[in-house]
């Protein structure tokens, strides 16, 4: 057990020139809540909603905070918003020009975007694996210029904290658990069925999956011991936002392996 750590976050809410509020132009308000998820879930705090007190169950002693200081060192609350005039992005758009155009030092904050994805797009967030040599991600990372965490704007936040009903969230991916698995990626984890049939994700805690589980089924028997349950809860399933609630200790490992053995990127 080592030190708490607090990644320094900044958020780009991309958009195209809605009013704030609207559509992709979140507001302030939920991308906040995206990172109290994140705090909740990493740092396995009791406001988790079905807080999970299960003995695998790990602090990951890991916590966000929007940044404070931009990259020319003037103060910002860690939100940068971006009117790219396009309504929308394909995956390849994002790699080849949204981030290049947009991402902040990756060696100094972990970078998050919120986009619109083109209408019939399923994708809710993807991730880039980091640059550390672990059981799994080889290869690993990619280039520097596209580090970081991307979601959907709609699933970017969570419901319980919105007072007034103005979040863009939609049922079931309203409670800000896509950012919780995608930096989970970003920091090191695999999904809990390997991505593969009774595949690996060299964590002995969570017992082997057949693939992976939506919705929030009951008592899916793993794959090696029929009287052990598939960990469903856990935030590298593809469950329902509200059906998560579990990072392990084998987690934990590969989380801090990530973060205490080797800078984000090098050749920068
Ligand atoms: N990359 C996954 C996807 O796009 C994220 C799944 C997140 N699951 C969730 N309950 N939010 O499907
Ligand atoms: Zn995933």
Redesign the pocket.
Known sequence: NGNIITIPVVVHVIHSGQNLGVGPNILDEQVMSQIAVMNNDFRRLAATPGFNSNPVGADTQIQFALAKVDPNGNPTNGIDRVNLCQSAWSQAQIETFVKPETIWDPTQYMNMWSVNFPNGSS????AQFPDTNLAGLDPIGGEYYTDGVVARYS?FGSRDYDTNGSFALEAP?DKG??MT??VGHFLGLIHIWGDANCGTDYCADTPTAHTANYNCPQNIVSCNNPSVYEMVENYMD????AC?NIFTIDQKSRLRTVMDNSPRRLEL
Not at 123 to 126: A, D, P, Q, V
Not at 238 to 241: G, I, L, M, S, V
């Open positions: 994708i809710l967030g993807y699933t991916y658990r896509t698995h995608e593809y469950t329902d936002d998560m």
